[in-house]
T-cell receptor, first 114, second 111 residues
């Protein structure tokens, strides 16, 4: 079974802080994704990566950056956290490129910015 | 990203009633995936549809892809309390290799 592990279930940070969310997958998947989930808005793609050191912007990349130094690890960075970034953040991975690949999700990190 | 509309946003049913959620796109899709997210959980992949008019079944769940490959439905027969959750579709057209998620339909089942 694919295991996608997010480093924290709950996180509270202050406005202006630099925040790191970590995600690790154990199935040698090529693709990794970061989403945010807000009530009524579904899952919105922030960034994705299809290979080590490769990244592409999703639909809402503003205020975020990512890092993928190793294949199994994909980090989401909030450069200067703001209250409107309070949300549930979900990491996912898929085996290869191609929209036909199912995504496997982590349990999510509920981030509160005070 | 691609535009996809999922309706309804919420659906309340009595246990034993049927439930249907719809996913609609303005463009022709190459495939559609369905996911279920239990309350407090994460989305879990259910199924993928690829062919025009395709129908797939998983126990009480029936998934259908429209003939024009622009819409899809998920139907649950005789809902149970274990069906509670949010159902998402994720769609891709020929030009994208990353699927776009709909906003989801939250199913509430009253015992």
């Amino acid at each position: 079974d694919v295991k996608v592990t997010q480093s924290s279930r709950y996180l509270v940070k202050r406005t202006g802080e630099k925040v790191f969310l970590e995600c690790v997958q154990d199935m040698d998947h090529e693709n990794m994704f970061w989403y945010r989930q807000d009530p009524g808005l579904g899952l919105r793609l922030i960034y994705f990566s299809y290979d080590v050191k490769m990244k592409e912007k999703g639909d809402i990349p503003e205020g975020y950056s990512v890092s993928r130094e190793k294949k199994e690890r994909f980090s989401l960075i909030l450069e200067s956290a703001s209250t409107n970034q309070t949300s549930m953040y979900l990491c996912a991975s898929s085996r290869t490129m191609g929209a036909g690949q199912p995504q496997h999700f982590g349990d999510g990190t509920r981030l509160s910015i005070l | 990203g691609q535009q996809v509309m999922q309706i309804p946003q919420y659906q309340h049913v009595q246990e034993g009633e049927d439930f249907t959620t719809y996913c609609n796109s303005s463009t022709t899709l190459s495939n559609i995936q369905w996911y279920k997210q239990r309350p407090g959980g994460h989305p879990v992949f259910l199924i993928q549809l690829v062919k025009s008019g395709e129908v797939k079944k998983q126990k009480r769940l029936t998934f259908q892809f429209g003939e024009a490959k622009k819409n899809s439905s998920l139907h649950i027969t005789a809902t149970q309390t274990t069906d509670v959750g949010t159902y998402f579709c994720a769609v891709a057209d020929g030009g994208s290799y990353i699927p776009t998620f709909g906003r989801g339909t939250s199913l509430i089942v009253h015992p």
